[in-house]
T-cell receptor, first 114, second 112 residues
């Protein structure tokens, strides 16, 4: 079955460390997205990519970095510059940037800073 | 620019009674509108979408929503709530070639 796989499901990080969240899709979608979810704040866009080797900042990109070297993969790195990284992170994809049909979401990674 | 306002952060209903989750939107373009549902610690599932066809949109699990341009609203309804409907619901807008913009969510509780 086609879908989006996020790993790991739970991740713990010490303060000052970088950590990378994985997102892989086998839907042959061109566009991929990273959102951060905090209680009562909905989903906020971190980065998105509409094509391989190209990506754009979203509303809260500071302290995060991404790469898009392959169509099926869009890893997110949470750097030590991110002051409050504890959150639920969701990856999504759509066939194109038009996304008239909405997005397909992964099941998320919960990151906790300890 | 696009934005979404979900008018209630929490709605509580009794099982078997109607559900109404309210959403107002703002968009510079002719918008596409969506409702997503999220169960605890899960990803989001698409309930229904409006993309400039019929204004009354039917989705999965008995949910429907009506697009009202004059009121800039896209409220989600269901005639009879079930315990399994308890979840977080997000109203979402898209205009032009921009990423989806999410509301802050409405938590639906269903009381037995």
């Amino acid at each position: 079955d086609g879908g989006i796989t996020q790993s790991p499901k739970y991740l713990f990080r010490k303060e000052g460390q970088n950590v990378t969240l994985s997102c892989e899709q086998n839907l042959n979608h061109d566009a991929m997205y990273w959102y951060r979810q905090d209680p009562g704040q909905g989903l906020r866009l971190i980065y998105y990519s509409q094509i391989v080797n190209d990506f754009q900042k979203g509303d809260i990109a500071e302290g995060y970095s991404v790469s898009r070297e392959k169509k099926e993969s869009f890893p997110l790195t949470v750097t030590s510059a991110q002051k409050n990284p504890t959150a639920f992170y969701l990856c999504a994809s759509s066939p194109t940037g038009q996304a008239k049909g909405g997005y397909t979401f992964g099941s998320g990674t919960r990151l906790t800073v300890v | 620019a696009q934005s979404v306002t979900q008018l209630d952060s929490h709605v509580s209903v009794s099982e078997g009674t109607p559900v109404l989750l309210r959403c107002n939107y703002s968009s510079s373009y002719s918008p596409s509108l969506f409702w997503y549902v999220q169960h605890p610690n899960k990803g989001l599932q698409l309930l229904l979408k409006y993309t400039s066809a019929a204004t009354l949109v039917k989705g999965i699990n008995g949910f429907e929503a009506e697009f009202k341009k004059s009121e800039t609203s896209f409220h989600l309804t269901k005639p009879s709530a079930h315990m399994s409907d308890a979840a977080e619901y997000f109203c979402v807008v898209r205009g032009g070639n921009t990423p989806l913009v999410f509301g802050k969510g409405t938590r639906l509780s269903v009381i037995a």
